[in-house]
């Protein structure tokens, strides 16, 4: 609660509030040559499929955090997206953290809840946003899997003052399990 108070007042300066959305913001942005692409909603969380070379299929978890739009925007704004997934089956599961630019690198982004043990992802790029990941140990992948209600993405901002942005765990589990399923 404290974290969302002092995130609140931090996003005011800007004229904005907070909210989770599970709108798809994909790392990769789907072009009209990729139309297979699919969605599918898992409460706070959304599976995204694309077809890949060979009739493989391609699938990723995604949560996006926007702000609420101004009186003159029509689109929430984007401030952060974490998305699970791996490119084959025998990579591990990865999480990647997506945030705009200005985040101080050196803190990485972490993932953490009440009983979640924190995840903290290593930034590796920043190109029009800034990239942290991290492959999961099974026991990473356990917990989170067995969270449903709210968390905090942990990061700092350029001149180093901790930003706190709330983060949903309500339909993980379903979602990383029907991810599986999916390319099996």
Known sequence: MIAQRHLTRRMRRFGATVILAAIPLSIVQATAQTPQLSRTPFGDWVL????????????EVA?????????DQKQPQF??????GKLNKTQ???????????????????????????????????????MAEIAL????????KGESGPGRLLIEDGAQHSVTLPLSFKGLSQALAARDKAVS
């Open 92 to 130: 591990p599961m990865f999480m990647v953290t997506q945030v705009p630019l200005g985040a101080w690198l050196p803190a990485g982004a972490t993932v953490t809840a009440d009983k979640l043990p924190a995840i903290r992802a290593t930034f590796t790029r920043c190109a029009q946003t800034c």
């Open 79 to 84: 401030i952060a997206e974490i998305v699970f």
């Open 63 to 71: 949560q996006t955090i926007a702000v609420k739009p101004q009186k």
């Open 48 to 59: 995204r499929c694309q077809a890949a070379a060979g009739g493989a299929k391609i699938c």
């Open 137 to 144: 140990t099974p026991a990473n992948l356990t917990a989170l």
